[in-house]
């Protein structure tokens, strides 16, 4: 039985002022042997050039560990905008189950405001 994984938001405030990082955190439900390639998709509000990070829509658990996180640091354009978004979604895998959604996301997805 493959293992299941999901994503939350654990620091869903990111922020320009002071940049601020947000962090999305994904989970595996059992300790793999081996490293567990998870792929998601980015969508959102925010473009690209918003923060730091280039996000490749894959990222590794590592074999022996239960989470891994992605950190979003935004840009300080000195800008004045309204809130923006990055939503992370879980991709489909023969390697994984996708988990229920949490409570602050749906369809597998996280936001950070």
């Known amino acids: ?3 299941r994984i ?5 620091d ?12 999305f955190r994904i989970d595996v439900d059992q300790v793999q042997g081996t490293d567990l390639e998870v792929n998601y998709t980015v969508d959102g509000t ?7 990070e280039m996000l490749s ?8 560990e239960l989470f891994t996180t992605i950190g979003i640091t935004p ?3 000195e800008i004045e905008e309204g809130g923006e978004t990055v939503t992370l979604t879980l991709s489909s895998s023969n390697d994984y189950d996708l988990g229920a959604p949490t ?11």
């Not at 869903?12 to 962090?23: F, R």
């Open 1 to 3: 039985m493959p293992p």
């Open 6 to 10: 999901s994503i939350t938001a654990p």
């Open 12 to 23: 869903s405030a990111a922020a320009e002022v002071n940049e601020d990082p947000g962090v």
């Open 46 to 52: 925010a473009s690209a050039s918003d923060y730091h």
């Open 57 to 64: 829509g894959t990222t590794v658990i590592r074999a022996g």
């Open 75 to 77: 840009f300080d354009d």
């Open 103 to 113: 409570s602050r996301s749906e369809e597998h997805t996280s936001e950070l405001q």
